[in-house]
């Protein structure tokens, strides 16, 4: 069982725009930065998005990332077929003093 | 180019200890926090364990305090996880990564990951 909850897969026609939601609490979300990672199958996850909004150098505008209160949001425009991966994020929870993480999302581009 | 490259995997019993290096690569390794992530096979993605760039504050999830420790040699920019009372729920693929720095909690380069199966 994760902390941070996220829907386990997520579908979209090549072309499309898809988001992908990460709720958490006071304590995590709430309270910290939240960032996405993409991981590739059969690879090592890499960074998407930091501090909530903020994309890496190398990282195309097409992914972008929001925070409200204690949920954040992974958006995805223009979908490829290259974009199929699970999404995580991820956070600093200071009540559990401890790195957290969403259970990650499947992205299905169709 | 930052690279992290992590060696020290295998297959161990139940009970016994392993320990984990990462080699750092492309930055100033003495003046960045890190971090050990792992993923049990098909399964998601676990913080494991931070270390400050100065070892002034080490944290660890609750399932391997105790058990696990993490260090770092600065001067051989190299960092270290020492499994201890490994448990068949530890088989992973552990994963070494930078904190970003910034605001936050962020893994901005990760290594390859390295596989620990314990299995009697």
């Known amino acids: 069982q994760s902390v941070l909850t996220q829907p386990p897969s997520v579908s979209a026609a090549p072309g499309q725009k898809v988001t992908i939601s990460c709720s958490g609490s006071?304590?995590?979300?709430?309270?910290?930065?939240v960032s996405w990672y993409q991981q590739l199958p059969g690879t090592a996850p890499k960074l998407l998005i930091s501090?909530?909004?903020k994309r890496p150098s190398g990282i195309p505008d097409r992914f972008s990332g929001s925070k409200s209160g204690t949920s954040a949001t992974l958006g995805i425009t223009g979908l490829q077929t290259g974009d199929e991966a699970d999404y995580y994020c991820?956070?600093?929870?200071?009540?559990?003093?401890?790195?957290?993480f969403g259970g990650g999302t499947k992205l299905t581009v169709l | 180019q930052v690279q992290l490259v992590e060696s020290g995997g295998g297959v161990v019993q139940p009970g016994r200890s392993l320990r984990l290096s990462c080699a750092a690569s492309?930055?100033?390794?003495?003046?960045?926090?890190m971090h050990w992530v792992r993923q049990a096979p098909g399964k998601g993605l676990e913080w494991v364990a931070v270390?400050?760039?100065?070892?002034?504050?080490?944290q660890y999830v609750d399932s391997v305090k105790g058990r696990f420790t993490t260090s770092r040699d600065n001067s051989k920019n190299t960092l270290y996880l020492q499994m201890n009372s490994l448990r068949a729920e530890d088989t992973a693929v552990y994963y070494c990564?930078?904190?970003?720095?910034?605001?936050?909690?962020?893994?901005?380069?990760w290594g390859q990951g390295t596989l620990v199966t314990v299995s009697s």
């Open positions: 990564a930078r904190d970003y720095g910034g605001m936050g909690t962020t893994f901005d380069y």
């Open positions: 492309g930055f100033t390794f003495s003046s960045y926090g």
């Open positions: 270390i400050w760039f100065d070892e002034s504050y080490k």
């Open positions: 006071s304590s995590n979300i709430g309270k910290n930065y």
């Open positions: 501090e909530n909004n």
């Open positions: 991820g956070t600093w929870d200071s009540s559990l003093s401890a790195g957290v």
